[in-house]
């Protein structure tokens, strides 16, 4: 097919020029309306905000005026009792094991081939048992060696039971955890 053209030039570029024109004036008229959606905004925002400021200022005062009629006794009894909450604070925190940590370094002492089964870690009696199967007896004889060695457990016990069989061992071990599990 042939195109054909029947608008002479000067009327061909007064269309182009027009369109060209039509564009640039919907461009200019989008970004018009973006600006006045966004100063809509920020104006919506800059009264909130006013009003939270206003809000906390009246707060303060109020709080204020209120502690202008306690004595400085008063303050010095909060800080110590403040204190003494801390205080218990840190001493709880003593007396518990960092439980993460304990498991991260336990977790490094089984063997590849052990499947522990179940574990319970006392921390108020300071023992433990932990049960499991060993893919055969050097596996579990190496967990018990790593168990004896390791600085997470001070006594380490073992039945004669879990040595009778040479392959798909079920094993218990059970025994004191360390003080020194508590500096974790």
């Given at each position: 097919m042939a195109d054909l053209n029947l608008l002479p030039p000067q009327?061909?570029?007064?269309?182009?020029?027009?369109?060209?024109?039509f564009n640039i004036q919907t461009i200019v008229f989008k970004i018009g309306l973006l600006l006045i959606i966004t100063i809509i905004i920020l104006l919506g925002n800059k009264y909130i905000l006013n009003q939270s400021v206003n809000n906390t200022q009246e707060e303060i005062l109020t709080i204020q005026t209120v502690n202008k009629?306690?004595?400085?006794?008063?303050?010095?009894?909060?800080?110590?009792?403040?204190n003494q909450k801390l205080k218990t604070i840190d001493e709880i925190q003593q007396k518990n094991i960092n439980w993460p940590l304990f498991l991260d370094k336990f977790s490094k002492l089984i063997p590849s081939n052990i499947n522990i089964q179940?574990?319970?870690?006392?921390?108020?009696?300071?023992?433990?048992n932990i049960n499991g199967v060993a893919r055969d007896r050097e596996t579990l004889l190496g967990l018990q060696k790593n168990l004896k060695e390791s600085e997470l457990f001070s006594e380490v016990q073992s039945p004669v039971s879990n040595l009778l069989?040479?392959?798909?061992?079920?094993?218990?071990?059970?025994?004191?955890?360390s003080e020194k599990i508590k500096e974790l």
């Open positions: 009327k061909k570029e007064e269309i182009i020029g027009l369109s060209d024109y009629g306690k004595s400085e006794t008063s303050l010095d009894e909060a800080i110590k009792e403040f179940a574990m319970d870690f006392n921390s108020t009696n300071n023992t433990f069989k040479k392959e798909d061992v079920n094993f218990t071990f059970n025994g004191k955890l």
